[in-house]
């Protein structure tokens, strides 16, 4: 299903899907997690996949990431197709070209704050000095300088996913994916981690988001509905403003309503 999206000269597209597919097999029965889904991801944008749970917008997520392989369809990264790179190249991609933020969070429990925030650095074999540069620039912007030498176990939820979205940032992805990053926060940590990463979306970085929660989906430019497989409808809501929040709940409940 293509869904026609509003002509925009000034939108770059960074991510393109293409009839995406994918099926998993369980014994004999086949499960259709994504059925011909074709959509743009633009550059600088804010970009927000919603659906039911099971109604496959993490799989979206995945396959556009290539943290998981498509069944038939094709997926490109600019102007490289990503569904036909080697498991060695895709992971060079992830290294250089984008960043991850998991709701689980992920830390290396063993490692402090600042080990995993530089970590990525050094599997991409940037320098040291660069590494080191830029890991005390995101634990300020992520106001936790002062945690930075210890371990995820020594700090709250909060402060291990502002660590993990700085992690995310360290080598300068193109793209940031967030899966229901807040989703194992309380709301306050939640509003701040929301807060950062609309702070640095401000700054031009390219977000692409799942998330069930209607107050989170408020920070985006555009929604994506996820309904059985298939983009069920998208919602154009442009930059978000903290005056607006109570209006796009309203507006995003009731896009999601007239869906189903």
């Known amino acids: 299903m293509k869904v026609q999206l ?102 290396v429990p063993d490692l402090n704050l600042y080990e ?46 502002r660590a993990a979205i700085a992690r995310a940032l360290i080598n300068s992805p193109e793209v940031i994916f967030a899966d229901e990053p807040t989703g194992a926060l309380n709301q306050e940590q939640g509003t701040i981690i929301l807060d950062l990463l609309t702070e640095v979306n401000r700054d031009g970085q390219t977000i692409v988001m799942v998330t069930h929660d209607i107050k989170a989906a408020c920070r985006a430019d555009r929604i994506i509905l996820i309904k059985d497989g298939q983009i069920g409808g998208i919602l154009e809501l442009g930059k978000y403003k903290p005056e607006q929040l109570q209006s796009r709940e309203q507006q995003i409940f009731s896009f999601i309503a007239g869906k189903e």
């Open 6 to 107: 509003k002509p925009n000269e000034k939108k770059t597209v960074i991510l393109k899907a293409e009839h995406l597919y994918k099926t998993y097999q369980t014994g004999n029965e086949e499960f259709h997690a994504a059925k011909d889904m074709s959509l743009d991801i633009y550059e600088g944008e804010f970009t927000v996949i919603m659906g039911s749970s099971g109604s496959g917008k993490s799989t979206l997520l995945y396959m556009l990431s290539g943290l998981d392989s498509v069944s038939s369809g094709s997926v490109y990264f600019k102007e490289q197709r990503i569904d036909q790179l080697s498991e060695t190249q895709i992971t060079a991609l992830r290294s250089e070209r984008i960043g991850y933020v998991y709701q689980s969070i992920n830390l």
């Open 116 to 161: 995993n925030i530089a970590l990525p650095g050094h599997v991409a074999g940037r320098s040291n000095k660069d590494i080191r540069t830029k890991a005390l620039y995101l634990l300020k912007l992520m106001n936790i300088e002062e945690q930075r030498d210890r371990l995820p176990s020594q700090v709250s939820g909060g402060q291990q996913q």
